[in-house]
Structure formats: C-alpha cells, structure tokens
C-alpha cells in the first residue's frame, strides 16, 4: 500500500535536444581573483555569444588590477583528473587554452587534447612579461613543442607572438602577421589570429592569417586605457563561434566586434587596469536609465535589519 504521506513521483524529464543545446568548450585556465581573465573572463565570454564553458582550473594567481604578484600552479594530476571527469560525461565542440601555468600542465593539457583531436583546439598565448625569464622560456618551449603541433586557431598580441615566435628577426620592419603564421605553421598551426598591430592615428589592426594569406582583417581605433583580459575575452569568445559552426572568418569578425563593445563598455573595478564588460548588452538603455532614475527611489530600509533576539 502506498505511503499517504510520501511525496509524489516526479514526472519523467524529457531530455534536451542536443541541437538545441548551446555549444560546450572546454577551457583549460587559471583563476584571476579581479575577475579581468582566467577562468571567469572565459565563462562570462562564452555565455555571453551562446555558448557553455566547461572550465578546468590550472591554478590561482596572486593579483590585483594593478599587477600580477605571484602564480601557484596545480598538481598536472589535478588538471588531468578535472579533464577527464566532464569528458567522459559531456561531449565538446571545442577546447580553450588559456594560461596552463606549468609545463607540465601543459602536457597534460596536450596529451587530452591528442584524444580529442577531431575537436578544434584555440590556443591563446597571453602575455607573460610578469614571470621570470626561464619560467617564460621553459613554459613557452612546452607549448611549442607540445601544443602548438594540435593547435587549430593560434591567438595572441603581436608583440607578444613575434617575440616568441621570432626571437632572431633582425629587419627593420616589423613582421606581418603572414610572417607570424609562417612561423607558426612550422609547429603545425593551421591559423593565426594576430591582434593589436599597431597602426598610424591611434589604431590597431587585428589579422586573420595563414603563411599563404590574409583571410580577415579587422580596424579598430585604440582605446585610451589599460586593458586586463582582452586576449582571454577573445579567444573564448572565438572558441564558443566556432563551437556554434560559424566558419572561422565569420566566426573572427564576430569575436573581434565582440570584444571591441566590450572594451568601448569597460569599467575600472579597482585602482589598477580596466576590465571587458562580457555583458554590455544586458545594460539598461540610456532612456531606461533616465527613466530610472526620474521614478521615485524604493525605500531599502523599509524593513527593519538585523532584528533577530538571541
């Protein structure tokens, strides 16, 4: 006999298409406390163009806006173990890879990403002026070696790729964002997406490139600002178009327009750099806001706080 006093049986849940369902990225990052990069910049991005982050933490910086104090990386056993619990649950459509924070996290990252290598790699090189040499030479030697070979879309500052990619150019002129790809493509990268080349009358360009051609390009004009967490902005913001099956120019031009009303929206949390506004759009309009605050104000002490009696 049934129990009267037992709850009902919940009605059967019909599963989500899986058409319907937001492309998911896997994103291999580090936690950034001021919310600027790492794995929060990455939710926030892939959410905001429609897609689902599935985020592994590499490790934690020790930061502010102002400036990266330290870094403490996790085990590469801890990353792996992050990894392979949600891939054996959940399928992607692509993997991010943010700051590894280790070498060795690097080929942990590398050798999932072997297993997966059907699905579209975007690797983002930030910039890692912060860290001492070696652990620069030694992190960046991982990446080359180990990374790179399965990268599909390599992201990163000019200044930043051509410095690492092309430490022994001695021309005048600086190199093209083709002379990047070319330089990539002898690690097996297929595309290079070279951002902030610097261009007369405060603006910058950001290229789509292979060592045979120039397949977009983007102008932008410069923000007078500090900005922390564009290259995590679009590099997840990339991933997740391309996980929606945007093809890559589309999905590039889409990315870059994106975080440039991101930057145009920035705010400055603390006394240091400004950070992307991911959710620009969910803003109130200007004619709202004049609206807002024309109406009569609510009265927030209405009730009164703290009236518990112990």
């Known amino acids: ?31 950034d406390p001021t919310g600027a990069g790492g794995v929060t910049g990455d939710v926030l991005s892939i959410a905001s163009v429609g897609g689902h982050a599935l985020p592994v933490v590499t ?62 790699l975007i690797t983002w090189m930030p910039d890692l002026s912060w860290w001492e040499e070696g652990q620069i030479d030694t992190y960046q030697d991982a990446v080359r070696e180990l990374l790179l070979p399965q990268t599909t879309v390599l992201v990163g500052n000019h200044s930043t790729l ?14 093209s964002a083709r002379d990047v790809a070319k330089a990539a493509a002898e690690m097996g990268v297929s595309y290079v997406l070279v ?33 922390a967490g564009a290259g995590d902005t679009l590099a997840a913001a990339l991933a997740a178009l391309i996980g929606a099956g945007s093809d890559l120019s589309e999905a ?3 990315a870059l327009s994106y975080l440039d009303r991101c930057l145009d929206a920035g705010f400055r949390p603390g006394m240091g750099a400004v950070v992307p506004d991911r959710l620009f759009w969910a803003q109130p309009e200007d004619d709202d806001a004049e609206d807002d605050e024309s109406a009569a104000a609510p009265d927030l002490y209405e009730m009164p706080f703290n009236e518990t009696k112990h």
Do not use: C, H
């Open 252 to 254: 590039t031009s889409e």
């Open 59 to 120: 490790g934690a910086y020790v930061r502010d806006t102002t400036r990266i104090f330290d870094f403490f990386a996790l085990e590469e056993e801890a990353v792996t173990e992050q990894a392979r619990a949600i891939l054996e649950d959940a399928p992607v459509q692509v993997i991010k890879v943010g700051f590894a924070g280790s070498p060795e996290n690097v080929s942990a990252i590398a050798e999932l990403a072997s297993d997966y290598s059907e699905v579209p």
């Open 162 to 175: 051509w410095r690492w990619l092309l430490p022994d150019w001695t021309s005048d002129k600086s190199p």
């Open 195 to 227: 951002t902030g080349i610097v261009l007369p009358d405060q603006f910058i360009e950001n290229v789509l490139a292979t060592p045979q051609t120039v397949m977009g390009s983007e102008k932008f004009e410069r923000f007078d600002a500090s900005f």
């Open 1 to 31: 006999m049934t129990n009267p006093k037992s709850p009902p049986s919940p009605e059967p849940v019909t599963p989500t298409s899986e058409d319907a369902a937001p492309p998911s990225v896997l994103v291999f990052n580090a936690s």
